[in-house]
């Protein structure tokens, strides 16, 4: 008893060690997120008055950050990479850009308001693209767009279910063909610089991350904590209208956060400025009407824009969560640090990972949190949990396996899966992103691969056309002796 006592009052020991470096880090941890609270809440205050002309406020504000408060400002920015790269020229749209954006344009796509094809430009490139450049010069310069760039047409597409219902069909808009092929040498500079800045974890709307690699990853995890019985617990998290509904002060405090020069941050927003839309339906055509909110279906800028407003969100989530760091992948080593996910997204959707409840919830709160200080808000009618484990498998659940996961106060379904010769299942055919790859027509299906083949090949979209091609029985899987044909 004496010998455990004096151990514990020894500072030096394994124990205190360990304790204190765990609480050590909490306390840092904690820190930084108040500090990180602390800006962010002072430099919305600060613009809040400068937008109600409160100069007392703004100076008192001002003066707070030139004191104590600027080494917290500064600490925050220095986390974020800036943005340094925007392509060889800063100033108007090159002839040479104008012609590599107009091989980009494709063939058969409907046009907007002003009926002019994507054809019509791509082959009339060489007399057109003198004309082009002079008219992208003064849009570029003055920072304002022609009246028919800012209007859409906005048609309407079935969706599944009973198309006579508003909510079962989506709209796709049209816009003028110039103005697309302007955004397009725009975006691409934008993009250039954009890579370096978003998350590993997003993939969809960028080039050679597919959401396909990022369904692999999330299928290998499952795999993994199944394989080492390591619980693990996913959030599955729709948002409604998302593209519609994207706040656009937003959208240009999320450029502004991650960098971009005011001068694109402008041209971007002339796009958004006294927009309008009509919607057409077997050829009649209704009034038109403001569009004050979101990007639009089909937009150029639609997807880029999306990213950044969903990456500021997941990276804020990121930095205050307290509880925990997401799924552990890889546990702490001496001289390595545990590597874990918080969430791997797919466009607009988004997959909630964590070891733990508490976890996920949190996690799922901070994001619905930040999400929707961008207009975005989580579909708790569709935003469906998942528990993974050797011995979890279909209703009823018992306590332990119960996830009870809420957004925003309403409980969210959970699904489960079900044991079969193939391995586990989602429980229902729509929900999840993971039921795909198990049924059928998924990854699985109709196959001879095992599941060592699927987790020792790299996760690539080239993997996946060789895979898909070996179900259609084109091929036969290296592996067995026989070469992947030339199909593949």
Known sequence: MKRAQVKRRDPSSDHNKSEYSRLNKMVKKSCKVDDNNWALRLASDLEDAAKQGNQREVWQKIRILSTSGARNLQQLETRVPSFDYLGDSDGPPTR??????????????????????????????PGLTKALE???????DGEVIPEDWSKGIIIVLPKKGDSTYCSNNRGITLR??????????????????????????????RKNRSCIDQIYSL???????????????INFIDFKAAFDSIKREFIWKAFSFYGLPAK???????????????VRVNGEQSNWFNVESGTGQGDIQGPPVFNVCINLAAYLTEQNKQLSTGAVLLQETPGKPAVSVMDTDYADDMALLDNT?????????????YSSLGGLKANAKKTQSMAIGKHITQRP?????????TVEGCEVEQIGTRTTGKGQEADRGEPGLTAYLMTSDGLLGNTNLTLTDIEGMALDRANWRRIAARRRGRTTHPDAGDSPSDET
């Open 357 to 369: 409840k508490p976890g996920l919830q949190e996690t799922t709160d901070l994001l619905c949190n």
């Open 134 to 140: 002079i008219l992208f010069a003064k849009v570029w």
């Open 397 to 405: 659940y018992t306590e332990e396996e119960t996830l009870s996961i």
């Open 176 to 205: 003028s063909t110039a103005s697309k092929l302007f955004q397009i040498i725009v975006l691409g500079r934008i993009n250039k610089g954009l890579e370096s800045l978003l998350r590993e974890n997003q993939c969809g709307f």
């Open 219 to 233: 299928q290998t995890i499952i795999h993994k904590t199944i394989e080492y019985n390591i619980p693990l617990y």
């Open 96 to 125: 040479e850009e104008i012609q590599n954006a107009l091989k980009k344009l494709k063939n058969h796509k409907s046009p907007g308001i002003d009926e002019i094809t994507n054809e019509q430009l791509k082959y009339g490139a």
């Open 264 to 278: 694109y941050i402008r041209v971007l927003q002339a796009f958004f400025y006294n927009t309008v839309s009509a």
